[in-house]
């Protein structure tokens, strides 16, 4: 059984896809640690992460390669891109107005 380090942010979900590679093995993890799959996590808390028949070790590898965390719940959404072609910029708008 290996170890996995919590980060700010991070979910189980989020956990069993970097150490586990699906999100279908967040039940064992859970299970593994005694959680519920929707329990809050702790920065610093260390997780034993188990053997899981739904491991798909070639993500795993994929995400340590390079370097990749995965961390849902610390990163802002991305702002939608501006439609392309016939429409206004984003400039011509002014958001203080309405406020």
């Given at each position: 059984?290996?170890?996995?380090?919590?980060?700010?942010?991070?979910?189980?979900?989020?956990?069993?896809?970097?150490?586990?590679?699906s999100?279908?093995?967040?039940f064992?993890?859970?299970?593994?640690?005694?959680?519920?799959?929707?329990?809050?996590?702790?920065?610093?808390?260390?997780?034993?992460?188990?053997?899981?028949?739904?491991?798909?070790?070639?993500?795993v590898?994929?995400?340590?390669?390079?370097?990749?965390?995965?961390?849902?719940?610390?990163?802002?959404?991305?702002?939608?891109?501006?439609?392309?072609g016939?429409?206004?910029?984003?400039?011509?708008?002014?958001?203080?107005?309405?406020?």
């Open positions: 059984m290996s170890q996995a380090l919590i980060t700010a942010g991070q979910s189980l979900v989020d956990v069993a896809i970097q150490e586990l590679g999100v279908g093995a967040a064992d993890l859970a299970d593994a640690a005694g959680l519920a799959i929707t329990d809050v996590l702790t920065p610093g808390q260390v997780l034993e992460v188990p053997a899981s028949a739904l491991a798909r070790p070639e993500l590898s994929y995400f340590r390669n390079r370097g990749q965390r995965i961390n849902t719940g610390d990163e802002a959404a991305p702002a939608p891109a501006a439609p392309a016939r429409y206004f910029s984003s400039s011509f708008f002014n958001p203080d107005y309405f406020a």
